[in-house]
Nanobody
Framework: QVHLVESGGGLVQPGGSLRLSCAAS????????WGWYRQAPGKERELVAD???????NYVESVKGRCTISRDITKNTMYLQMNSLKPEDTAVYFC?????????WGQGTQVTVSS
């Protein structure tokens, strides 16, 4: 069992930046896939970016060049750096880790981009 807790969300003006963190309760190195999704009001959850062992990080087209995901194995923490934020980035952001048999999700953190 892995417990994931996101943080770092909030209200930011268009053009601003945020760094979301996702702290895991145990070692995340063993999971071969990890990343971030988001869910805007009235919409389905959508992929932001994901990484699978042995492959390149995949970013959804709408965030390419503006977002970067990373992880610090020593801290069991994943990150989502978001720059040049737009109102359409407003959503609840969720992190996850996945193995062959299971996927764990965080509870989400709200990001609101508004002037």
């Amino acid at each position: 069992q892995v417990h994931l807790v996101e943080s770092g969300g909030g209200l930011v003006q268009p053009g601003g930046s945020l760094r979301l963190s996702c702290a895991a309760s145990s070692n995340i190195f063993s999971f071969n896939a990890w990343g971030w999704y988001r869910q805007a009001p009235g919409k389905e959850r959508e992929l932001v970016a994901d990484a699978t062992t042995g492959t390149e990080i995949n970013y959804v087209e709408s965030v390419k060049g503006r977002c970067t995901i990373s992880r610090d194995i020593t801290k069991n923490t994943m990150y989502l750096q978001m720059n040049s934020l737009k109102p359409e980035d407003t959503a609840v952001y969720f992190c996850y880790v996945s193995s062959r048999f299971t996927t764990y999700w965080g509870q989400g953190t709200q990001v609101t981009v508004s002037s």
